[in-house]
């Protein structure tokens, strides 16, 4: 059985989210502030009885509530309209326990079914933060704004912006105590059908742990307080054999001196075997690795420390000889250890469960100072160093911003956070998956990490090769520099735009995937002119130049217009206005000066003739012979180093003009 699907109301900018989990892991990806560590709030108070602030309300629900409250204080509503009214912040999850055919064997899942139909399988569990005051309790609180009522219940046109000032602060002050959680297993054949449940009914069948992305590997803390940030968690993973120490230490006193120094030995030996066999099972993910220190953790007790918060960790020599401490090491292999501790405390934990339970692990970017090859390891091996961990499978759930994890799982576990004005949906790439199957495949086997950047990036430019990969940045701030921007400010120079090498061939296959995400994206390829030649008996279209040409065989061309040929007449290329189709607009090469040029470098050559020594007059040939053999490298290095100035040819002014102008993700921006 499993957690199959978490749908969450009124929590921040989570209006209404809908997120099909993954068995095993379910990666989390967006932009800042999509509400990705929302999600992970909402569960860690739903799975541990967690208040709601008033920072945790949404604003327009906010701006609702004061009016709500207003109203019930000039009495135009009353107490039952005022609950009605109240936007209530709910999260509710399914459980899917198609395995599971009996109720023997449902362990703590046990109590959450309360439907007779055997044809059902999945189990609800509600919790929302239901109102917790009478009419009274509430008034009590604003009783200086009903002060300022006249003798008809009204409100001084003087006094009204007092009035609704003081509603509003005392709705803050006072926020916290307005709504109590309230659990409930739900009837899936029935949803008025629901029996309240209590807490540590969902913590039984709920074993989570938060491993959060400020994880405590600052040094400052250390030199400065002398406080060793792996302390506490170390003393929790060897929590069991700390307290046997303890009982020795406690059975001994009047043998004080011999018994810490017995404990000590024997609770060392014990945790340096418990040491040895997690930094074995820690080798998959690439550290330590033979060259590197081991480490090791130790107890030292004098009669005056508590023995629970004594355990540090070190780093020992190849001979074990010597130790350093663990602020020695990097932050990035410092952050991997730390999240180790957390796993295998948790491991402990859920072992001792002796009913069946869902473990949940959350993990909030697990990238933080790991270099990307130790990323990939980590995010590759993590389902299999919790198996040999522990006896139970947990489900993960994790958030990055790495495009390094993203390459290193399948799109399948992706969840897609995105923001729409004041509110996020998240999209689950099954959806896109299932109805794009022929792109997906190409994109799975085409899949680099700057591909990735698809799912952090504000805006998209993909394009032909490395010429426009090196020179579009440039193009980019000379447009700035002639005020070619709509908005001086806040620019495409200023915004979150990813540049991608996608090959003219394949830059049609991404566009299924881009309106999912609706991204805006700019596609610039070349127009790729050809004639028909017969060879062989055989009708073949050739590249020529474009003054001799009928045809362009540009791939990522022909699916624009959809055109089903292997090839497509330049007179058929539309007009601009047809250069545009929902969150992507296509540029290729057009007529400048008289001529038109195959590809980039051939246009920048053609609205550059005097740097290039070219005659006013000239024809597209002679564009072709200025190349001379130089390379895509090379010839785009030679601009930026000695022509940085260069004039952009149109076609490439017009898209990114356009793609300036497009809002910053979303439909509505």
């Known amino acids: 059985m499993y957690l199959s699907r978490i749908i969450v109301e009124n929590y921040k900018l989570l209006e209404h989210v809908d997120i099909k989990v993954d068995k095993n892991t379910t990666i989390i990806v967006g932009k800042n502030n999509v509400g990705k560590t929302s999600l992970f709030e909402i569960m860690n108070k739903f799975l541990n009885e967690g208040a709601l602030s008033i920072s945790d309300y949404p604003l327009k629900n906010r701006n609702d509530l004061y009016d709500n409250i207003k109203n019930l204080i000039l009495k135009k509503y009353s107490f039952d309209n005022f609950i009605e009214k109240l936007k209530l912040t709910k999260i509710t999850v399914y459980v899917n326990y198609e395995d599971k055919k009996a109720n023997d064997f449902l362990g703590y899942l046990s109590p959450f079914i309360i439907d007779l139909n055997e044809d059902v399988f999945n189990a609800i569990i509600n919790a929302t933060y239901e109102f917790n005051l009478t009419e009274d309790q509430l008034l009590n609180f604003y009783e200086e704004q009903i002060k300022m009522l006249d003798s008809n219940g009204a409100i001084d046109e003087r006094l009204s912006e007092k009035f609704e000032n003081g509603i509003r602060e005392v709705t803050k002050k006072n926020f916290n105590s307005f709504f109590k959680i309230q659990y409930y297993a739900i009837n899936p054949n029935d949803i008025n059908d629901r029996v309240n449940k209590v807490i540590k009914e969902v913590q039984d069948l709920f074993p989570n742990q938060f491993i959060k992305a400020e994880r405590g590997l600052d040094e400052n803390e250390y030199y400065l307080n002398n406080k060793d940030p792996f302390e506490k968690i170390l003393s929790q993973v060897f929590k069991d054999d700390i307290l046997d120490a303890e009982n020795v230490?406690?059975?001994?006193?009047?043998?004080?001196?011999?018994?810490?120094?017995?404990?000590?030995?024997?609770?060392?030996?014990?945790?340096?075997?418990?040491?040895?066999?997690?930094?074995?099972?820690?080798?998959?993910?690439?550290?330590?690795?033979?060259?590197?220190?081991?480490?090791?953790?130790?107890?030292?007790?004098?009669?005056?420390?508590?023995?629970?918060?004594?355990?540090?960790?070190?780093?020992?020599?190849?001979?074990?000889?010597?130790?350093?401490?663990?602020?020695?090491?990097?932050?990035?292999?410092?952050?991997?250890?730390?999240?180790?501790?957390?796993?295998?405390?948790?491991?402990?934990?859920?072992?001792?469960?002796?009913?069946?339970?869902?473990?949940?692990?959350?993990?909030?970017?697990?990238?933080?100072?790991?270099?990307?090859?130790?990323?990939?390891?980590?995010?590759?091996?993590?389902?299999?160093?919790?198996?040999?961990?522990?006896?139970?499978?947990?489900?993960?759930?994790?958030?990055?911003?790495?495009?390094?994890?993203?390459?290193?799982?399948?799109?399948?576990?992706?969840?897609?956070?995105?923001?729409?004005?004041?509110?996020?949906?998240?999209k689950d790439l099954n959806d896109y998956i299932n109805k794009n199957m022929a792109d997906y495949k190409f994109i799975k086997k085409f899949l680099k990490i700057e591909v990735c950047d698809i799912f952090f990036a504000d805006k998209l430019i993909l394009v032909e090769g490395t010429c426009e990969r090196l020179l579009i940045p440039q193009i980019i701030s000379n447009l700035v520099m002639q005020k070619k921007f709509s908005n001086d400010k806040y620019n495409l120079s200023n915004q979150y735009y990813s540049l991608i090498e996608v090959g003219g061939t394949y830059a049609y296959k991404f566009i299924s995937l881009i309106n999912f995400l609706q991204v805006y994206t700019l596609i610039i390829t070349d127009i790729d002119s050809a004639v028909r030649k017969k060879i062989k008996n055989k009708i073949s279209y050739c590249k020529e130049l474009y003054s001799k040409s009928m045809y362009s065989t540009n791939a990522t061309i022909k699916n624009w217009y959809e055109c089903k040929n292997s090839y497509m007449k330049l007179d058929d290329l539309k007009t601009d206005s047809d250069k545009t189709k929902r969150y992507c607009h296509l540029e290729y090469q057009e007529v400048e000066n008289g001529l038109c040029g195959r590809s980039l470098e051939e246009s920048i050559i053609n609205v550059n003739r005097k740097y290039y020594k070219l005659p006013d007059k000239i024809n597209d040939e002679q564009l072709t012979k200025v190349l001379n053999n130089k390379s895509k490298t090379d010839f785009a290095i030679d601009l930026l180093i000695n022509n940085s100035n260069f004039v952009c040819p149109s076609y490439i002014e017009k898209g990114l003009i356009w793609l300036d102008n497009s809002p910053v993700g979303g439909i509505n921006g």
Do not use: W
């Open 249 to 426: 230490f406690g059975n001994n006193v009047i043998k004080l001196r011999d018994a810490i120094d017995s404990a000590n030995k024997s609770i060392n030996s014990k945790i340096k075997n418990k040491m040895n066999k997690l930094i074995e099972k820690s080798m998959q993910f690439g550290y330590p690795s033979t060259d590197e220190l081991k480490f090791s953790a130790e107890t030292n007790v004098d009669i005056s420390s508590n023995l629970a918060s004594s355990t540090k960790l070190y780093y020992k020599s190849q001979d074990e000889v010597e130790s350093l401490p663990s602020m020695n090491n990097g932050l990035g292999y410092k952050n991997l250890i730390k999240i180790e501790l957390y796993l295998s405390q948790f491991a402990n934990e859920i072992s001792k469960k002796a009913k069946i339970s869902i473990p949940l692990l959350f993990i909030e970017e697990p990238e933080s100072h790991m270099h990307p090859q130790l990323q990939r390891k980590f995010v590759e091996y993590l389902n299999d160093f919790l198996k040999q961990i522990s006896c139970k499978t947990i489900q993960i759930f994790v958030t990055t911003h790495s495009s390094y994890i993203i390459n290193s799982v399948d799109l399948k576990n992706v969840r897609y956070a995105l923001k729409n004005h004041s509110s996020v949906k998240y």
